[in-house]
């Protein structure tokens, strides 16, 4: 037996949940999107995304803090969570999923290698973050970083189903 793809599984649970997602990407420049838009119906969960590679884009779209960016970087756990707030909040989804990282080949730091990726999810039962360091080149952090978030949202939807009286 074939597994599914994140994204058919998410249509399976979203739908049957009814709930809506929306996205906030920046190291992944919509590829979560798209992927979850490649499945026929999508548009009864999926309500949009923003791509925001700019800070300027990260606050004035999505909400995130100047202080979170000029004390922590657009590349946090903050900035992330923010992200997905910001998404989930100004779009008027259920959940919000982001990434920001490096990608690479440039853009790094000492402190900030390329392959580093922050994947947060916001959700009215909670918000998660995950700290992700990926090899390979930039093509290959992308796509990993896409599967992890859409991983990530499975997963606090497993948290949420398995913690109701469904």
Request: hydrophobic share 40%; with cysteine; charged share 20%.
């Amino acid at each position: 037996m074939i597994a599914k793809r994140y994204e058919e599984q998410l249509f399976e649970i979203l739908t049957r949940e009814r709930l809506t997602i929306a996205t906030a990407e920046s190291c992944t420049g919509g590829l979560v999107s798209h992927r979850i838009t490649s499945i026929p119906g999508s548009s009864a969960y999926f309500l949009g995304g923003i791509v925001s590679y700019s800070n300027d884009v990260k606050m004035s779209l999505l909400g995130v803090p100047e202080e979170v960016l000029m004390s922590v970087g657009a590349v946090s756990a903050e900035c992330a969570l923010a992200m997905a707030q910001g998404a989930r909040a100004r779009i008027g989804a259920d959940i919000g999923v982001s990434t920001t990282g490096i990608a690479g080949p440039s853009g790094a730091t000492p402190t900030k290698p390329v392959g580093l990726v922050y994947i947060a999810c916001s959700a009215p039962w909670g918000d998660h973050w995950e700290e992700h360091h990926f090899s390979g080149d930039r093509l290959e952090t992308i796509r990993a970083s896409a599967d992890a978030a859409l991983a990530s949202v499975l997963e606090q939807l497993a948290h949420r189903i398995g913690s109701t009286d469904r």
